[in-house]
């Protein structure tokens, strides 16, 4: 892997053939988000299904909202693509679908597909797409309280608190 950061590739890059990218009101789909990853070069594919849980720091959550600055978020999802393409070159197809709106607890909130012919470069490239997701895609998630409350956060600031 060499050490050019997401900041070195094109702000606006463009999107591969073979990658997809999407925010949606609607339920994600584990078997879309396979197909579309799918390819006779592959050797590999990796899958990333991030869901609702039930707790948080342990308050129970009954639910997540997340918002997004769609136009934005797809931009990131684009130069996230690039910037695998230029770590791992070998890799066939980047998918990443990402939720909008209310979701309960268990239900999928992000998927993220890397399909490539060798399995270790697939699941860097699958950890890499995630991580920098969370860290600069502008989603911000609704966190409901079993308590009725409820707080307002990026999914980035989540991360930086799940590390700590």
Known sequence: MNSTTL?????????????DFRMTFAPLSLEEVYALADDAANGAIVV???????QTDGQPVVALEYQAYEPMAIQV???????????????THVVIHHRTGKLQVGEISVLVAIGCPHRAEAFAACKYAIDTL??????WKKEHWADGSTSWVSIGACEEQEHE
Do not use: C
Request: glycine share 4%; charged share 15%.
């Open 7 to 19: 900041s070195q590739v094109p702000a606006l890059a463009p999107q591969q053939e073979g990658d």
């Open 134 to 139: 969370k860290h600069n895609a502008p989603i």
């Open 48 to 54: 990333m299904s991030g869901m609702v849980r039930n």
């Open 77 to 91: 999802f684009r130069q996230i693509s690039a910037q695998i393409r230029h770590q791992w070159s070998d890799v």
